[in-house]
C-alpha cells in the first residue's frame, strides 16, 4: 500500500465500483448483501461476513482491492471476489460445510481458495488461486509435491461435493 | 480474506518450490504432470501450477521489452 488512504474518487466512481462488484458477485453466485467502502484494510481486499440466513450475509469490498486489479502482478477483483465466495460456499454449502467443521483458519483460506478457482471463468484467475492455496501449504512447511498432491486430493473432493 | 501477499510475491515462491536443484520449474511440472498421468491420477492442480508459471514469465518478458524501449 502506497499512501495510508485511498485517493479521493471522481464523481460517479464509487457508483461505478459499487456495480461492478455487485455484477461480478452476483456471476460468482453469492448471496446477500454487497457493500463498496472506499477505506484501505487489512484484508486484502474484501471480507465475507456470515448473516444469520444466506440472505443477509455481507461481502465488503474495500479500495485495495481495486489497486489491486489495477496491477498485472496482483490479484484480480474476480479472483479476490471468488475466494470470498469461497468461504460463503464453506459455510453455507449443505455438504461442504457439513466437512469443514472444525477445520482452522489457515485451512478454511486454502479450501476458499480452491472453491473460487473452480468458480472462476477466466483461466488466468483459476490458476492465480491455485497458486495462492499453494502458497499457503508452502508456507506451512509443506514440500512442493506433498502441497501439489493434498491440493489435488481436496480439489477431486471439492468438485464431487460442490 | 486474500491476504495483502502479492501475486508476484507468490510467483517467486512457487517457482522457486518447484525448481529444487536448479531444476526448472516448468519442466519439473511438466515431468510431474506426464508421471501422474501415466499413474492415472488426475492432475488439475499441476497443469494450472504450469499455466500461471508460464503466463507469468510471458508477462515478466514483456515488461522488460517494454521497459528497454523506454531507455
Known sequence: MATHSPRPLAPGEHLARRSRIAGLARQLGFMGRVEYRHVYSRTGGAQYGQGSTAGQDLLTVYAEAFERDANPDDFSLEAILAHERGHQLLARHPRIAKRVVGVSEAGEEILASLLGAMLCNDDDNRVTLLAKATSELLDRGQSAAAASRQLQELWDLLETLL | ?71
Do not use: W, Y
Request: no cysteine; proline share 1%.
Open chain 2, 1 to 71: 480474506m486474500i491476504g495483502a501477499k502479492k501475486l508476484s510475491t507468490i510467483r517467486d515462491e512457487v517457482e522457486e518450490a518447484f525448481s529444487s536443484r536448479g531444476e526448472d520449474p516448468v519442466q519439473r511440472l511438466e515431468a510431474q504432470i506426464a508421471s501422474a498421468k501415466r499413474k492415472g491420477n488426475r492432475t488439475e492442480v499441476l497443469e494450472g501450477l504450469k499455466r500461471f508459471l508460464e503466463r507469468s514469465r510471458k508477462r515478466k518478458r514483456r515488461k522488460q521489452r517494454v521497459g528497454a524501449r523506454i531507455e
